[in-house]
């Protein structure tokens, strides 16, 4: 039977070397990328610490005037395809709405963000030539809080490493060798966001939610949420088409697939659709929210293709093979036309849903 909730895994096991332990973890991680797309995952040995301090420092962040943290707005003076792809700085509430992701036009998700993308950039030619340039540009970091840029550097590092070890359990689940991945993500691409969900104490437009259906893009997703349970949190849609929500686990990553590892799985893991809602009009002040989604891409010139597991003469290939780098953009491209389409705010002086390709 398929599982219709979210499960929680203990990784732990996978961590001590184990290889027993390993083969019955990655089978339980494959049937919740088969089933639901999505798994919380336990005993990953990083510190509740660490993570209580990203968002107690990013709050400060976002408690600022709107005219400080408009200092450190994303850049949208150079082409937009480029801008959208190299997220950086800060994004106001309802700049953009996710559902664009899936082509459906709704207003502003009612979410603010801080964004960072790949850090320690080596000097290489590389990380610099035109292509690499959409993935490796610049981080821009408020001038306050002082200790902001330090706590975001050493997350993303932590997220990095943690990635790596994602990575390999995920080539087990699907048969892979263990380290099938290492290559194609020794230079990764991917991207930090600080979400920050404010009160509502005005109600939202018809449509609108704290971030609206879609699909992640990417590889992955290692998502950190508060360990407080608030009304208005995240939900997923399993197979049956029913949402469900995704409980608030003590220490603990949500993970999910996106787009990118169904392209390469050939459908066989599912890149789920997931919403994060409004709390109830009684309940809608005093209930903020924030999470950090960590969004894994592999080196921008991996090529994605059918893995060679994943296909047989009754099964063939359902995509053609692409670089990542490509995907990537070509679907930020799509939904920018989309955006324009339906007469969305796509100038230069405000950031616009087209960028709703990162969650």
Not at 25 to 35: K, M, S, T
Not at 193 to 213: S, V
Request: glycine residues 6%; aromatic residues 10%; hydrophobic residues 35%.
């Amino acid at each position: 039977m398929a599982l219709m909730t979210v499960p929680v895994i203990d990784v732990a096991a996978f961590l001590s070397g184990d290889a027993e332990s390993k083969r019955k973890l990655a089978a339980e991680v494959n049937r919740a990328c088969e089933d639901i797309g999505f798994w919380i995952m336990t005993g990953h040995g990083i510190e509740r610490e660490l993570c209580n301090e990203l968002f107690r420092v990013n709050q400060e962040f976002f408690d600022l005037p709107v005219a400080e943290k408009l200092k450190c707005r994303i850049d949208t003076s150079r082409q937009r395809v480029v801008s959208f792809s190299s997220r950086r700085g800060y994004l106001p509430v309802a700049s953009e709405a996710f559902s664009y992701s899936r082509l459906v036009h709704s207003p502003g998700d009612l979410r603010e963000s801080f964004s960072l993308g790949p850090i320690d950039v080596p000097t290489d030619s590389y990380f610099h030539t035109e292509t690499a340039q959409p993935h490796f540009a610049p981080n821009l970091w408020p001038e306050r809080p002082a200790e902001l840029k330090t706590l975001c550097l050493e997350y993303y590092r932590r997220m990095s490493r943690l990635s790596e070890v994602v990575a390999r359990i995920f080539a087990l689940a699907l048969g892979l060798e263990e380290n099938y991945f290492e290559d194609r993500m020794d230079k990764h691409t991917s991207a930090l966001l600080i979400h920050h969900y404010p009160d509502q104490p005005d109600e939202p437009l018809p449509d609108q939610l704290r971030t609206g259906a879609h699909s992640d893009l990417g590889m992955f997703t290692i998502l950190r949420t508060e360990d407080e349970h608030r009304p208005g949190g995240l939900e997923v849609r399993n197979r049956a088409g029913a949402w469900v929500e995704v409980p608030a686990i003590r220490n603990s990553f949500v993970m999910n697939i996106g787009d990118m590892m169904m392209r390469w799985t050939n459908d066989r893991w599912i890149s789920t659709m997931h919403r994060v809602l409004n709390p109830p009009r009684a309940r809608a002040v005093g209930n903020h929210r924030m999470s950090a989604p960590f969004f894994y891409y592999p080196n921008y010139d991996t090529v994605v293709e059918c893995l060679p597991n994943c296909s047989s003469a009754g099964n063939p290939p359902k995509y053609p093979p692409v670089a990542c780098g490509d995907y990537r953009m070509e679907r930020i491209s799509r939904v920018m036309n989309f955006a324009r389409s339906r007469g969305a705010a796509v100038d230069e002086t405000r950031p616009s849903a087209a960028s709703s390709t990162e969650r």
